[in-house]
């Protein structure tokens, strides 16, 4: 039939939109991820300005729309910075990474607060310095707690990935727009979308859910056997 | 022209305009949001058979699009199969859906967490099912789930935002109107942003103190580890 | 025993906000002794121990091992804290690694031990322990009295001068009691130096060379097991002695 025929005909090009969403997805995350942990570990240790700072941030990249951010920083900001020149999907994952790191470090933040203080305590008693005792005694047992959560932050990227549609970013829904609009096929070409979007989103989590498992310890966290 | 002519002359008279859309926008979903999200928890909880199995599939499906597609195949789908919806209708009816699939979530687990004695306890004074489900456990549920509700809302305030990519002139595109005219991007993205985090600051302000009433004392923990 | 003085606490005062808790608290440790400090909750005994090894501070007052300062060494007190070990009431075993690995732990990171020695060292202290074959669980795969002798495995890792016990068998039932117990008797036989806060009174006679009886703040009696036992001058100790006791036998 018609309809399957323009679709396979355009599979590639289907293809190479699944592929910028998820180098979106997965770079957002890394970025959120590298920014998000340390902005943790400034909320529970740091010092009050640090503590402030980093409390902005998050208010900052958590009040504002999705799409009131990538208007901002690509028609405004990185113009501005005279970084005009970056191309649409750096500037949608870069947005996306720096507002998944409010996101995330909140995830994280919880996670270390939830660890008992004897934790620290012992291994300050052991001679450990602060920052040891951060890296290998309250990191490792707040990545865990975390990672439900955490894998709580890959649906939302996802879908909040499809917005940098707005500033021409040649993702899923951009791709299959456009199918639309040259191929007069709406509905099926959309639907073929969601599907597509609802196979990424619980793939995914199916992913995460499989690592949560790998790394579980006995009668700790969420992974208690 | 000056920044401040352009600042009072121009953008904030546009942005209240996309401000009032934006608003009526919020006020014709929330509400429906909420009460389809309840009707989804209770169906998906206590409907049984097939009513549970088309209420997880709502939320299956709608958790796993993209609001924004929704919004497309909404607007621009339902027409190629002659149901044409309104711009401003179209999101209203798309955000409805996205609102009551995430807080039939939370409603749900709120629902779990209420014990079956409070629902043995109503049907032994006689109640029916239903009237044990509307009068004893929904109220305690509803309570509980007050602080995922909540964040929902504020997701709508924000999500709101999506209806401009379909052509409503909310708070947004009011801005980006002002921002393309002007060559002001910069200045003009900051005043909307501004206004949107007023509006979720307002928010959270007003749902912390509806929290606190239902809240129960004596949960806060120290944090002496932390000054180690 | 010999004679030299291992830690000096001279004239510890701690406050928190209006609350003294500490007023001059003043006494020396010989090596090899094992010193108990009992006394009534709240008198300031956990945050004696904890002005040693600096975890809290002390508002005024010194501590010195082995004639070197440790109030006051800045970053050094990493150093002095391995040579001070500690033992909670609660374990505090890091809940996310084995048995082993705690004990390796701050070999590895702390002394900057290579693998191999340092999985060697730390299966001897499990071995002290009576614990190497639990080497492989986790802290929630363990009973509270096996998860106490890990812990003390876990000081004694860093071979240090002198232990410290935070009540370490409140939390446990008498089995398990009896099993940490002995591990300790044991430590105190070959020689190591303990200060230990706890309510075993038997634990108490058998094995401290001095109680020291702790009442709001400060050293209120002190003395020999054999004096507090026979001596008639001891009132205030035997009295609270009297109510644990009572209290042991309900
Ligand atoms: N970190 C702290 N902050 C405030 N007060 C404390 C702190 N630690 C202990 N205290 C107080 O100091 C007093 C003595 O406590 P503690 O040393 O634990 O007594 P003990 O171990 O003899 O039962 C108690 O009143 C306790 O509330
Ligand atoms: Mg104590």
Redesign the interface.
Known sequence: MDVLLILIDWFPYLLSGIATTLGLVLSALGLGLLLGLPMALGQVYGSRPVRWVIGIYVWFFRGLPILVLLFLFWFGIFPMLGLGALPAFAVGAVVLGLRGAAYQSQIFRGAVQSI?E??M?????????RL?AIR??IL??AM?IALPGWSNEYPNILTDSAVCYAIGVAELLTITSRMVTQTHITMPIYLAAAGIFIILNYGGLKVLHGLEKRIA????GSG?V | MDLAAFTFDILLPALMQGLIITLQLIACSAPFGLAFGIAIAVGRQYGGGAISWLCKTFVFLIKGTPLLLLLFILYFGFPAIGITFTAFTASVVGFILCNAAYNAEYIRGALISIKDGQMIAAQALGMTRWQAIRHVVLPQALRRAIPGLSNEFIYLIKYSSLAYMITVIELSGAGKLVATKYFLYTESFAAVGIVYLVLVTITTVAVNILEKRVAIPGTTRGTTAAQ? | MNNDIVLRVEDIHKSFGDNEVLRGVSFDVRRGETKVFIGPSGTGKSTLLRCI?Q?TPPDRGRVWLDGEEVTNSG?RI?????KI??V?Q?F?????LTALKNVE??LL??RGMGKAEAREKALNELRQVGMEDWADH????LSGGQAQRV?IA??LA?DPDVILFDEPTSALDPELTREVLEVMKKLAGEGMTMLVVTHEMGFACSVANEVLFMENGVVAEQGTPDQLLHDPQYTRMKDFIGRIDSRLGD
């Not at chain 1, 305590?121 to 310095?129: D, H, V």
């Not at chain 3, 986790?138 to 795969?141: C, G």
């Open positions: 008992g004897g934790q305590i012992a291994a300050r008693s052991l001679g450990m310095s040891t290998s005694v490792p047992q865990r310890i006995p009668g700790f208690a | 180690l | 090894n975890l970053a990493n150093y002095f804290r391995q070990g500690m909670f609660n505090f075993l890091f809940d996310h732990l701050a990171k702390v986790y802290p929630a795969e812990s876990r000081a860093m």
